[in-house]
């Protein structure tokens, strides 16, 4: 049961555009939502996280946007750059408990 | 980076065996997590340690064990190598005390023949 659904699989962005990917959770006790940014060879780095109590969160070229009653929240990056290329998984948690990841969407930004 | 270190960074094994992996969590950090990272797929969690104890399971078998020690460095372990077990072995820390935000290690990249 895959409790994290992630969209798309694979992203390709032009310099400069907006990079939009997608996750939609079932368990209505997840209270902690980041997201992280993985390059190849290495491990998955915190980007930005919210927790439902709020419906968008911004940090520089980052945002989060949290749809609480649709339960999904996507990530936004904003004039993406080449060194944006990584893979992204949107996570969930709840009562400080462990990470349930989405699938990961390989994002391209292209010079 | 994060501050979270992992040993090996690359390691072959042969079916049937056994392996021990490491890792040192950041400093402050009482809560340790281990996740399997197969090839195009996003973690999975295996178990956690907290104060040297043990704080969760995810769906896996029984050979796969681990330690937390007082420092807070932690081990996995495992017995009777498959091949499905090749993937990267994700270390996170978190902490001290209760706190979502988790820092993850380089991994190790464990293969089996």
């Known amino acids: 049961q895959q409790q994290v659904k992630q969209s798309p699989q694979s992203l390709i962005v032009q310099k400069g555009g907006i990079s939009i990917i997608n996750c939609a959770y079932e368990?209505?006790?997840?209270?902690?939502f980041p997201w992280y940014q993985q390059f190849p060879g290495k491990g998955p780095a915190l980007l930005i996280a919210i927790r439902p109590d709020v419906s968008e969160k911004k940090e520089g070229r980052f945002t989060i946007s949290f749809n609480k009653s649709a339960k999904q929240f996507s990530l936004h990056i904003m004039d993406s750059q080449p060194g944006d290329s990584a893979t992204y998984f949107c996570a969930a948690t709840f009562l400080y408990s462990t990470l349930t990841f989405g699938k990961g969407t390989m994002l391209l930004v292209s010079p | 980076e994060t501050g979270v270190t992992q040993s090996p960074t690359h390691l072959i094994k042969t079916r049937g065996q056994q392996v021990t992996l490491r890792c040192s969590s950041q400093s402050g950090h009482n809560t340790v997590s281990w996740y399997q990272q197969a090839l195009g797929q996003g973690p999975q969690f295996i178990f956690q340690?907290?104060?040297?104890?043990?704080?969760g399971r995810g769906n896996f078998p029984p050979r796969f064990s681990g330690l937390q020690f007082p420092n807070y460095s932690s081990e996995l372990n495992v017995n009777a190598l498959e091949l499905d077990d090749s993937a990267l072995y994700l270390c996170a820390s978190s902490g001290p005390g209760v706190s979502n935000e988790q820092y993850f290690g380089p991994g190790t990249r464990l293969t089996v023949t």
């Open positions: 340690y907290y104060r040297e104890e043990e704080n």
């Open positions: 368990n209505t006790a997840f209270d902690y």
